[in-house]
């Protein structure tokens, strides 16, 4: 029996999560499925230019299953945009990392999911104080 894969730590969920070619009615298109994953190999490497070692470090897997990611997403990447097919960010195996952060008036600490605010427009829930990251 084959174990379950390991999740990988993603700190950025899409906002934005379908993407098709302009002029092309929605129903006439093929679709290209990417991981949620996948998109966050695409960030780190090639919007942040991390080496692949820090990729890696920061999603809590190998370099070799990092760039195995990579190879994926940028191969259904180039499908899309090539053959005229729809994007679709969806799914995967992956959990989204959080942010730590403390009150600063009553001191009790918060984990708050990447995605959930910058951290200096939060306010603690149980007083209404400041937070600041920890």
């Not at 994953?37 to 999603?59: G, N, P, W």
């Amino acid at each position: 029996m084959a174990r379950p894969p390991k999740l990988r730590r993603v700190e950025f969920k899409p906002e934005f999560t379908y993407f098709k070619p302009a002029g092309i009615p929605k129903r006439e298109l093929e679709e290209v499925v990417l991981h949620v994953e996948e998109v966050e190999a695409i960030r780190l490497k090639d919007l942040e230019d991390l080496e692949q070692e820090a990729c890696a470090e920061r999603m809590h897997i190998s370099r070799p299953t990092f760039q195995r990611l990579l190879v994926s997403a940028r191969k259904k990447i180039a499908e899309a945009l090539i053959e005229g097919k729809a994007l679709r960010v969806e799914g995967g195996n992956y959990r989204l990392a959080k942010r730590h952060f403390r009150c600063v008036t009553c001191q009790k600490e918060l984990d708050v999911p990447h995605g959930k605010g910058r951290g200096w427009e939060l306010s603690c829930p149980h007083c209404g104080g400041s937070v600041r990251r920890i």
